[in-house]
């Protein structure tokens, strides 16, 4: 099933959503296990939401999977794992707290777990049950170190959808099905991506979200040889910038 939002500033995007019948097999294929894995002491469980994972043996064995999942991605991410550390108090405050359900943990764990399932060594993976469709985190830009060849201005949330390239002209950027290129980092801060996981989306020509921040000062066409190639925006890379590649069939898991 695929949500569809608006940005504020009319960007459509979409993410995908288990269906009920994830749901009902995730349980079918967790109930068998009798511990009450969380990756928590429940022992010490406080607030009403660590009571309601605590209480439900499926909802504990998937956040005892989720803690394993995201404490490999962040280290995998290098310098980037702190922007995944804001990502993940992000979720369990918004995604994850705001569950009244445990239908709604069940839904917000697995997609989380698809979200950095990449991430994974094979010994990590979760093998007991399949996985929803939903994106998946390629990589993260962490803000950029050079603090003088960093942007000045304000910039604003930002969401869009297309496909990745890296080209001698912008560099790092995303190409919308419109062609509107928005440069994700300028080629004289790219850290590189250590694990491939650009250059499998620019090769496969992939779909692609970026969130981050949109700087609100637009390019200037004076800065271009030719105005045509003057992008429609650029990220603002003292802020974190995450790439996901939309959802789809995943590994089979």
């Known amino acids: 099933m695929q949500r569809c939002e608006f940005d ?3 960007t459509r995007y979409c993410i995908m959503q288990p269906s009920r019948y994830f749901v009902a097999a995730l349980g079918a294929s967790l ?43 962040r280290q995998r991410l290098e310098r980037a794992g702190e922007c995944l550390r804001e990502d993940q108090r992000r979720w369990l405050r918004e995604v994850r707290n705001a569950c009244t359900t445990t239908e709604c943990l069940k839904e917000a764990y697995g997609l989380r777990l698809t979200e950095l399932e990449r991430f994974q060594p094979g010994a990590n993976l979760v093998e007991s049950h399949p ?10 830009f962490a803000p950029a170190e050079d603090e003088e060849a960093l942007p000045s201005g304000s910039s604003r949330p930002f969401t869009i959808e297309g ?14 099905s419109e062609g509107d290129v928005y440069v994700l980092i300028p080629t004289m801060l790219y850290e590189g991506d250590p694990h491939g996981a650009l250059a499998h989306a620019e090769s496969s020509a992939v779909r692609i ?43 089979g898991l």
């Open 8 to 10: 504020p500033e009319g």
């Open 31 to 73: 109930y068998v296990h009798a511990s009450f894995a969380a990756s928590f002491d429940c022992a010490n469980a406080t607030t009403s939401i660590e009571k309601q994972i605590c209480a439900d043996p499926v909802v504990s064995e998937l956040d005892e999977h989720l803690g394993r999942y995201y404490e490999a991605a």
């Open 131 to 140: 996985l929803p469709d939903g994106p998946r985190l390629a990589w993260i």
């Open 209 to 251: 979200m970026v969130r981050g921040y949109l700087m609100d000062t637009p390019p200037d066409p004076s800065d271009y040889e030719d105005p045509a190639q003057t992008p429609k925006g650029f990220l603002d890379n003292t802020k974190c910038t995450y790439i996901y590649e939309s959802g789809g069939p995943g590994n």
């Open 163 to 176: 496909t990745y390239h890296d080209d001698p002209m912008h560099g790092p950027s995303l190409r919308t």
